[in-house]
């Protein structure tokens, strides 16, 4: 079945950025949506974006002006660049796939948007 | 940016008991939410997409209902496997897609 695995430096300093990969095993990186989510130590869930397949990115609009995302389907592999990272930016990430599902309803077509495959995460901590 | 709130923050159950968590959206956001399951250390786990739908190999005591503002996910029969924290996340429209803050479920 489709695994992922985020792989990265677990410590980075202050200001500089943070640059995560993560690779897609058992499965297809095309037609489907990557996303990045990170968790503080305790604390909730935070969506910070998601690039398609193609290559068309959707971003945290409290992120978009630090982050970058990109995708090489030649590896099966899609990455995050945080730039001018600070201690609020340790946490857990993690990367999922999403899916987009069609589900008729009466007399129409709804297409929802859910992330069903997860990697473990990995902790990433800024400090100097 | 939509907002998500849940209720309750944390709950004590036991084994066998009903349990219902509610979440709910600063704006209407039809029936596009997902719930998510969270055990101390790993990642989330999709239960319910779609305000309703049971993903795949999900056990059917989980189920989930609302559409609008407010929506619930109910364990009918809590195990002890279902200890964890519980996300609502909403998928409308355009991004983010925000999450709940979570429910904790816990052993009475």
């Known amino acids: 079945q489709v695994q992922l695995q985020e792989s990265g430096p677990g410590l980075v300093k202050p200001s500089e950025t943070l640059s995560l990969t993560c690779t897609i095993s058992?499965?297809?990186?095309?037609?489907?949506?990557w996303s990045w989510i990170r968790q503080p130590a305790g604390k909730g869930l935070e969506w910070i974006g998601r690039?398609?397949?193609?290559?068309?990115?959707n971003y945290n609009p409290s992120l978009k002006s630090r982050l970058t995302m990109s995708i090489d389907t030649s590896k099966n592999q899609f990455s995050l660049k945080l730039s001018s990272v600070t201690a609020a930016d340790t946490a857990v990430y993690y990367c999922a796939r999403g899916e987009i599902v069609e589900v008729p309803a009466a007399i129409r077509l709804y297409y929802y948007y859910y992330m069903d495959v997860w990697g473990k995460g990995t902790t990433v901590t800024v400090s100097s | 940016d939509i907002q998500m709130t849940q209720s309750p923050s944390s709950l004590s159950a036991s084994v066998g008991d009903r349990v219902t968590i509610t979440c709910r959206a600063s704006q209407s956001i039809s029936r596009y939410l997902n719930w998510y399951q969270q055990k101390p250390g790993k990642a989330p786990k999709l239960l319910i997409y779609a305000a309703s739908s049971l993903q795949s190999g999900v056990p059917s005591r989980f189920s989930g209902s609302g559409s609008g503002t407010d929506f619930t996910l109910t364990i009918s029969s809590l195990q002890p496997e279902d200890f964890a924290t519980y996300y609502c996340q909403q998928s409308y429209s355009t991004p983010p897609f925000t999450f709940g803050p979570g429910t904790k479920v816990d052993i009475k």
């Open positions: 058992g499965g297809s990186i095309s037609s489907y949506y």
């Open positions: 690039i398609y397949s193609s290559g068309s990115t």
